[in-house]
């Protein structure tokens, strides 16, 4: 069983509406991720937080906008969306910068995204 | 730069079959390598790591070797199942945050 929690696990929504996607993670790890998946491809990395600072934008458009409220909790906020925005939305964690442990990325089951 | 490169799916075996997918990867200095797995429908599942040269992950009957000289890390199992069906991702951690992913391999193992 995963140890990070994302819901919804779906979602539809208009181009004019504003949702959010909530993901948690109970395992003390202080750098959480986003990436997109679409069908067929490998992950996307969107943004990344490390104690709970946005360390990492790839270039994501303003439309999506990530939120990191405490240590254990990450958001996606989503306004005015694109069909082809449409996408597997998968949340991650790790530890940070322990090399002793040898950082391992651990995703959540995803949230799927409809944008119409 | 860094990346990783797989072998183009799908790979389609029956049952019992020996499994390979191949992976090699190019980084500076020391990552670390990891195999995904991705069942339908489902988010990405670590199968196993190696955070070193000659080190060997392995679970559920899969393992793959660390070879620095090769930049490989190759997905092998001896015995595959129906439910070994499913995308891998090969993919190596740089620099603590940064993960590079494969483009995914499919497996289809028929009866």
């Known amino acids: 069983d995963t140890e990070v929690t994302q819901t919804p696990k779906h979602l539809v929504m208009g181009m004019t509406n504003k949702k959010s996607l909530k993901c948690e993670q109970h395992?003390?790890?202080?750098?959480m991720y986003w990436y997109k998946q679409k069908a067929k491809k490998p992950p996307e990395l969107m943004f990344v937080?490390?104690?709970?600072?946005?360390?990492i934008n790839e270039s994501v458009p303003s439309r999506f906008s990530p939120e990191c409220p405490n240590s254990s909790l990450l958001n996606l906020h989503l306004h005015a969306l694109q069909p082809e925005d449409s996408a597997l939305y998968l949340c991650?964690?790790?530890?940070?910068?322990?090399?002793?442990?040898?950082?391992?990325?651990?995703f959540g089951e995803g949230s799927w995204l409809t944008v119409v | 730069g860094n990346s990783v490169t797989q072998m183009e799916g799908p790979v389609t075996l029956s049952e019992e079959a020996f499994l390979t997918i191949n992976c090699t990867y190019t980084a500076t200095g020391y990552p670390s390598l990891f195999w995904y797995v991705q069942y339908p429908g489902e988010g990405l599942q670590l199968l196993l790591k190696?955070?070193?040269?000659?080190d060997k992950g392995s679970n559920k009957g899969f393992e793959a070797t660390y070879r620095k000289e090769t930049t490989s890390f190759h997905l092998e199992k001896g015995s595959v199942q129906v439910s070994d069906s499913a995308v891998y991702f090969c993919?190596?951690?740089?620099?603590?945050?940064?993960?590079?992913f494969g483009s995914g391999t499919k497996l289809n193992v028929k009866p």
């Open positions: 395992m003390g790890h202080r750098a």
């Open positions: 993919a190596l951690c740089y620099n603590f945050n940064k993960f590079y």
């Open positions: 991650a964690s790790s530890h940070s910068q322990d090399r002793d442990r040898g950082n391992t990325i651990y």
């Open positions: 190696a955070t070193k040269a000659d």
């Open positions: 937080y490390s104690y709970e600072k946005l360390s």
